[in-house]
């Protein structure tokens, strides 16, 4: 009996745990902290401080979470309202809104608090100006409001490179600018993929996305623009700014070419959902690859490999 008891609490505990994760929208996270991640290479020449690292990627997820969190609180009659969220924990009734707005004050403040006793200020302060940029501007001014909702509010998700730059520096210059540049011309082609396809259910919330006000072919011709600016921008980093060389740079073109290829595609068949699913996976990929070729092309090893390379051929 006391065993079956204990079973029973065990599960339910797990549950509750399970919830609260839930709520923090974890899936996306991993994704926010490889651009943190990569921007701490960058700074550090490849020779990045892992307690540092591990600090501030911490801190990230805390922070992000913080956001999510706040983002279910506020965007709970919609979440009931369509199918892909009904089941997330405030509209499922399993976490009550008072305790998730306990939680996520909870992750905020350790987020700053590990900033602040282990980083530095700025970084702190980058991150919290997430949460509020996520929050006011992107959930509560834009989400409900206009189409151009996720180009304005994307700033909010093109902040943690700035945050990770921080981190390292004590301060910004111009190659973690790229970078946020980056991930803002970035966001309108990833979301607006994702809309096309689910575009029925934002319209039945009356929530403004692209392609439920000015239709599918309007909305490919935006991520069309937008993805021919990333790509341009994504070379910055090579030149004039010199804080990425050539193998990032030759990464940066043929992933472009990628990019710009599943964009063209769409862009002849704009009611392909598809096509539309298929360029919302690889923006996720590309933006991963990409990171990743300017964690490698930063590391020490790889301008050694180069210079063998350019003495083996002169
Ligand atoms: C305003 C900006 C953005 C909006 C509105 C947006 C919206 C979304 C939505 C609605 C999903 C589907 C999630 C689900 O079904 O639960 C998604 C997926 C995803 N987003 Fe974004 N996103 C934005 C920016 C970003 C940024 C900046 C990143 C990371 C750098 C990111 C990374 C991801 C990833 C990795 C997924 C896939 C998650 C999975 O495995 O299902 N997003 N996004
Ligand atoms: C530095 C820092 C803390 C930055 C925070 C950035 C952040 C949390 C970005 C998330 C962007 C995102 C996935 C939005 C989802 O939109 P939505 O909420 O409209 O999606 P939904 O339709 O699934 O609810």
Known sequence: MIGTDLVRRNENLLQVVRSY??????RIIPLLLITTAASMWMASK??????KLFITLLGGTLAAASAQVMNCIYDRDIDYEMLRTRTRPIPSGRVQSSHALIFAVVLGVMSFSLFLAYINLLSGLLAMSG???????YTHFLKRNT???????????SIPPLVGWAAVTGDLSWAPWILFA?????????????ALMIKDDYAQVNVPMMPVIEGEESTVRQIW????????????LVYPVGASGWLYGAIAILL???FIKKTWLLKQNPFDKDMAKSLFKFSILYLMLLCTAMVVDS??????????????VS
């Open 21 to 26: 994760y839930q709520l923090t929208k974890p």
């Open 46 to 51: 490849g020779e990045v401080d892992s307690f």
């Open 131 to 137: 949460i509020v940029f996520y929050m006011l501007v």
């Open 147 to 157: 189409p151009q909702n996720i180009v304005i509010g994307g700033a909010a998700g």
């Open 182 to 194: 980056i991930i803002f011309l970035w966001t309108p082609p990833h979301f607006w993929a994702l």
């Open 225 to 236: 623009w937008y993805t021919l600016l990333v790509i341009p921008c994504t070379l910055l």
């Open 256 to 258: 472009g070419a990628i």
């Open 299 to 312: 590391l020490p090893l790889t301008r050694e490999v180069f210079m063998v390379i350019i003495n083996f």
